[in-house]
């Protein structure tokens, strides 16, 4: 369960690691020839436009509850008109370097990571667990009927004719890290629901205060125990979702890589932490398990 707080604060700014050339080094001998698989989180994907809330510098911002979305029609009305104006972004969104690197890391036999963007799959990495679900699907709480984001937008647009465009004529919004935008004055804007049976309709991400769907915590943790070692990207490990990943793995002797701007809730089951932003470390951990053959091409 992803636990519901009342805001996240900004992690404390750091200064990366002044040897984190010499850590990624020892970060490389710990993987190499192994078979690794890689959690990762929003710091991998705020390089591509994608906000997050815990990077260092970001604003304060209140996460999304399911308690809030299943208490209040009012509340829905206004994250589906925050979503109607946003989830093109996250749409339109394209892997950085960081995805990219990813993708072609030798050795790396799945990916799970608590974004809902889909940019990995998006840069090419194979076996993919979106733990906590992605933007572009949608999906009924009461008879689990799907829906694709595109064709719900569809179905929107005509009946909020002007919508968008009344509240882009006031200025650039600001984007936020659910496939939103910020904007208060959402009382005009129409819903749809269920077209079985008229039930709520909820974008198949896991809200705080929602449990991961236990197929899929069970794929992760296969993905885990097919591996030799757990490389973590880009996330604080806040929340149990990814932080049992960590505790997992080095449970069973696995070795852990922790790379992210800032200290994590996992570095003590590390062996090896580096603080220094995510693309700059997989670039250099890609480079470094090439052959010198292969780093000559």
């Known amino acids: 369960m992803r636990t519901a707080i009342p805001a996240w604060e900004p992690a404390e700014a750091t200064a990366p690691d002044v040897d984190w050339a010499e850590r990624l080094d020892r970060a490389h001998a710990v993987l190499r020839g192994r078979r690794i698989v890689a959690l990762t989180g929003a710091g991998v994907s705020t390089a591509s436009g994608i906000p997050d809330y815990r990077s260092p510098g ?25 979503n109607h104006l946003g989830w093109r972004h996250m749409d339109s969104a394209q892997p950085n370097a960081a995805h990219r690197a990813l ?22 990495s194979r076996g993919v667990i979106d733990l906590h679900g992605n933007y572009a699907q949608v999906r009924c709480l009461s008879c689990d009927y799907r829906i ?27 984007v936020a890290p659910d496939a939103d935008v910020v904007v208060e004055d959402t009382t005009d804007f129409t819903m749809v629901d269920c077209a079985v049976c008229d039930g709520v309709l909820k974008p198949d991400i896991v809200y705080f205060g929602e449990s991961v769907p236990k197929p899929r915590v069970a794929r992760a943790f296969a993905a885990v125990d097919d591996a030799d070692a757990l490389l973590v990207l880009g996330t ?41 932003d995510v693309a700059t470390a997989l670039a250099r951990l890609t480079d470094d398990r090439r052959t010198p053959t292969e780093r000559t091409r």
């Open 58 to 82: 970001a604003p304060r911002r209140t996460p999304m509850t399911l308690q809030q979305f299943l208490g209040s029609a009012e509340f829905r009305r206004r994250y589906w008109a925050r």
């Open 236 to 276: 604080s490990l806040t929340v149990m979702s990814g932080l049992r990943f960590v505790r997992h793995a080095a449970k069973q002797g696995k070795p852990v890589v922790i790379v992210n701007r800032g200290r994590t809730r996992g570095d003590e089951l590390a062996d090896v932490t580096v603080d220094v």
């Open 103 to 124: 993708a072609g890391l030798p050795g790396v036999t799945g990916v799970i990571t608590q974004n809902v963007d889909l940019l990995h799959l998006k840069a090419g």
């Open 148 to 174: 694709s984001r595109h064709r719900l937008h569809a179905q929107l647009e005509p009946l909020n004719a002007g919508f968008t465009a009344r509240i882009a004529g006031r200025g650039a919004l600001e």
